[in-house]
Structure formats: structure tokens, C-alpha cells
């Protein structure tokens, strides 16, 4: 397997009386797909946020490239190069697609540059093209966000995570409530990037996860259950009982 890019170390938060993540720990690799599964309530989007900055850990620690992030702030955490996107969209439905990847593209450029129009700069220009052809938008360039299907917004948010140029990138259940067709379409987007970027998925379509994932993470009232490959994980008894419903 690819080198290491991100350790979660016993992790652990609680919110009054309520441990929702407690001592999960587990390593993502360079160029694959690690996925988080698990029912409702399993404590997925906690340790995304423990991961992102979002939330501060009580105990443990997160490693990224080498680097101990843990309970920094997500600005920082992004400009080290880890991205996510989020359940709900937070795009700019009033701008066109090229807008919102203009902007997004902008993150990088040189400070002394950060008040010129982004008409300016051809560099921008160019990642935003790149950016289309990469999750398959092109044709959609100039059209109003706020008119595209659910399915292109939600790989239009992938796109604007991958403005930052980072090095991995979290996404927090990318398909939720997409037709099959933008499913797969987007199932087709994350093997793409999974060959240059390192991807941590929390996914409810187990189909989907077990399709495309290289590492599995099974989690269950805020513990970590199992982990392996895809075959390994459909095959522990634990997770079959407590999730995949089999005996």
C-alpha cells in the first residue's frame, strides 16, 4: 500500500453525557479511497469534523503529511492541504459555475494579487479549466449555479475543495440524494481523483463504498468496529450484524 497521509491517533470527544467518538484510530493513504461507514448516530461526521478542525478533540491527536494538526483551525488545516465538503452545499447559487471555481482557484494566488479582478489572472483561469474537464462540467461552465442539477452541484463542490490544491480531501456523503445516473457519475469523479489525491469518504451507499474503496473503517456507537479491505469488512460477522444486516 501508498505511503501514509493522514493518522487519526484514539481520537476521543464527548458532549455531556454523550461519548460520540471514543478512541478511534486508523491511517489513510496517498492516492486511495478510505471510507467511513456505519448506521446513524455512529459518530462518521464527528470525526470528520475532529479531523477537518471543526471540532477539537478531547484526547489523541490527528496527523496530516507528517504534521500534528490536531485542533487547529479549519483555515489552517486547508492551507496545509487537506479540503472537505460538507452535507449541505455552500456554494453561490447566484454566480455562474466559473464564478464559484474562480473564487475557490483564488486561495492560492499571491497575496499582492488577491485585489486584482480574477480576470487577471491566467493561472486562475487555467485551473478552473482544468477543474471542469476534471469532474465534468464543462458544458455547464457559464450556466447559474442555482440551476444546476443536485448531482452537478455536488461535483461542483468537489471541484471547489479541489481549489485549494490539496494533498487529500474529505467528503461527507457525496451522493446523499442523487438519481443513480449522477451517482455514477460521481463514483467515476472520485476514482478519478483517488489517483492523484487521497480521498476520506463517509458514504451511506455501501454498494458504492465497497466499489470503490481501497481501506474500510466500520464504525459503531462512536467506536471503531472494524477495518480492512472491502472483502474483509463485508465478511466480519461484528459488522454484518451490526450493520450490514446478516448474521
Excluded at 455512529?42 to 478533540?57: C, E, Q, V, Y
Excluded at 480521498?199 to 480492512?228: F, P, R, T
Aim: proline letters at 4%; one cysteine or more.
Amino acid at each position: 500500500m501508498s505511503e501514509s497521509i493522514l493518522r487519526v491517533d484514539e481520537v476521543s470527544v464527548s458532549f455531556g453525557g454523550l461519548r460520540a467518538v471514543e478512541g478511534v484510530s486508523f491511517e489513510a493513504h496517498r492516492c486511495s479511497v478510505t471510507s467511513v461507514i456505519g448506521p446513524n448516530g455512529a459518530g462518521k461526521s464527528t470525526l470528520f469534523n475532529l479531523i477537518s478542525g471543526a471540532i477539537r478533540p478531547q484526547s489523541g491527536r490527528v496527523v496530516f503529511d507528517g504534521r500534528d494538526i490536531t485542533g487547529l483551525p479549519p483555515n489552517r488545516i486547508c492551507r496545509m492541504g487537506l479540503a472537505r465538503s460538507f452535507q449541505i452545499s455552500n456554494l453561490f447559487f447566484d454566480l455562474t459555475v466559473q464564478e464559484n471555481l474562480r473564487l475557490a482557484c483564488q486561495v492560492n494566488e499571491p497575496g499582492r494579487r488577491l485585489l486584482l479582478p480574477l480576470a487577471f489572472s491566467k493561472e486562475v483561469d487555467a485551473k478552473v479549466d482544468a477543474l471542469l474537464d476534471r469532474v465534468a462540467l464543462e458544458s455547464q461552465r457559464m450556466n447559474l449555479v442555482g440551476n444546476l442539477s443536485h448531482g452537478e452541484q455536488r461535483r461542483l463542490e468537489i471541484a471547489v475543495a479541489l481549489g485549494s490544491e490539496p494533498g487529500m480531501l474529505l467528503l461527507d456523503e457525496p451522493t446523499q440524494g442523487m438519481s443513480h445516473g449522477d451517482t455514477e457519475d460521481t463514483k467515476r469523479t472520485i476514482q478519478d481523483l483517488s489517483r492523484s489525491v487521497a480521498v476520506l469518504l463517509v458514504e451511506h451507499d455501501i454498494e458504492l463504498v465497497m466499489g470503490i474503496s481501497d481501506w474500510v473503517v466500520v464504525m459503531h456507537q462512536g467506536k471503531k468496529l472494524a477495518e480492512g479491505d472491502p472483502d474483509t469488512v463485508r465478511a466480519n460477522r461484528a459488522v454484518r450484524e451490526a450493520y450490514l444486516g446478516g448474521g
